[in-house]
Structure formats: C-alpha cells, structure tokens
C-alpha cells in the first residue's frame, strides 16, 4: 500500500453509473430498439477494453518542450522546502493527447507508470485543473549530481528521471500522486482500470467502501485480480492475503509495517480511522469469491 502525508479522501470512486451498469440502461430506457442497442453496446465494451491514451515515454515529450520553468514548494518526500526545474503536467498532457480535455469530461483517469512498478492513477480533470510540473532537476543540487538521494525501505534511491510535483498542493492531499522514478504517462477508463478489482455481486456496504479506499489508497502498489500497482504484492491471486494472515496481524501490519519488517517500503496507514481499516479489510474479504487471474479467467 502507498501513501504520501495524511491521506483525507474526498472524491468518490466511480463504481455506479458507469461502464455496463450505465450502458445497459440504453436496453432498459427504449431508446434504441433491441437489436441496435445490443449492437451499441457490444461495440462500447470493445472500446471500454482499450486504453484512451497509450503510454507516453516522458522524456520524448520533454525533448520537444522548450525552456524549463522552475518551482519552489514544500517537499512531501524530503519534508523541507526544495526546488525543481520542469515542465508544466498539463503542457505535456495536452502535447501527448489532443483528446485529453475530452477524455477528462468522461471521467478518465491519469497513470503514473514508474521504473520500479509503482503505478498510480488520479482523476484527469483533476489533473488538468492544478498546476502540476515534472521535475526534471533539483535546484539546490550541482548541474553534474542532480538529484539529492533519499532512503526509501533499505536502500538509498532519487526521483530520477523524472518527479511530478504539485506547487499549490498540500502534499497530504491524497487525491493528488507524487510519483518520482516517472518514466512514462498513459490514459485509461475507470472501467478498464478497476473493473476485475470490483467487489462481487451481493458485496456489503462496508465492501464497497473498502473498494474505494482500496483505489484511494492502496491501488498504487498492490493489484487485486491483477488490478493495481507492481510495486507491491497481489493481494487476491492466486489466494487471497486474508487466507494467509490472521486478521489482528493485518490490521496491525497495515497500521505500522515496520512493527513487522524492519526496513518496509510500505508506509504505515495509521492515520485512517478504525471504520476505514474495517472496510479495507471487509473487502479483502469480499474479494475471495471473485478470483481472476491471467487472461480474465476465474481462479
């Protein structure tokens, strides 16, 4: 699991209205007659599996991006005041996808791929209405070293290549990434994202809160079903975490994991409530009766 500062939800993850639930409702509303609303929707489930914007190498944008602008803000990952040279998030965006401000209306989401697997996403719009920047330096580092190292878990590592940095951002704001080690850029649907990480059928109240928290805070570096982050475990396939750890472990491990591995790149997530670590945990749970593993095949 990842998180940077204090994590304070806000935005609800989209799980209704959406993807086949919103698209059906062409059959159940009329509008169509039933041999042409099948065909509509047949041909959205194909565009639903395809990615809105494919992977942009970030360092072929930039290449092409003219001067840098620089930045002084409040490091969340140095915790002190530091200062960048890079270039403007959504300058790049706008560069890499002429679509994007489209893509945006519909509720896509931004992907952050990193060297080491990290992988966090973070709503588009959003994306587009602050004032991100990729970092393409540190300031207050020599043009021939410029990258200050930091430790991360056991090992001494910087942002480079790239770090994306929010200016006017509270670093504990979670609805926004901080991704270092940022190689590349991609666009996806929700759907497409999040679909085989989606509780089953009949799931409980606590399950589906939990599924949002899960994409808020966890999805970065744990998959579900093979949905989510690289960086840390899978969390479902082929046995579910909740199998193989007694519960009270969990819930310990998830609120302080260095109290159980000395060095853990996973921060601790002491900071979310009770109720919060509840309904991660119920759908964990819940996740046991929907297994799928390579090739959308149930496992």
Known sequence: MSGCGTPTPTRPTRI????????????????????????????????????????????????????AITV??????????????GYALTGLLRKAWPEVDRWAEQGAELVF???????????????????????VRDLDRPANDPWEPFTRG?????????????????????????????????????DRRYEKATPPHGASDAAQRGFRLFVQQCASC????????????????PRNVTEYWLPEHLAAFIKAP??????SKMPGFGHLAEAEHAAILAYL???RERKICFGGKAC
């Open 16 to 67: 209704t209205g959406t993807g086949i639930e919103k698209r059906m409702s062409w059959l159940a509303a009329g509008a169509f007659s039933p041999v042409v609303a099948m065909a509509l929707l047949l041909l959205a489930e194909v565009a639903a599996a395809q990615p809105m914007g494919k992977p942009a190498d970030i360092a072929s944008l930039i290449g092409t991006a003219g001067p």
């Open 72 to 85: 002084a803000i409040e490091d969340p990952v140095y915790r002190k005041p530091k200062r960048y040279a």
């Open 113 to 135: 791929h990193c060297a080491d697997g990290y992988a966090p996403s973070m709503d588009l719009a959003r994306a587009l209405s602050a004032q991100g920047i990729v970092a």
């Open 154 to 190: 056991k090992e001494m590592i910087t942002p480079a290549p790239f770090y994306l940095v929010w200016p006017a951002i509270d670093g504990a704001d979670t609805n926004y990434k901080w991704p270092y080690q940022l190689v590349s850029l991609s666009i996806e649907s929700f």
């Open 222 to 237: 744990h998959s579900v079903n093979l949905a989510g982050g690289d960086l840390g475990p899978e969390l479902n396939v």
């Open 258 to 263: 260095d109290s159980y591995r000395t060095g």
């Open 285 to 287: 749970r819940a996740m």
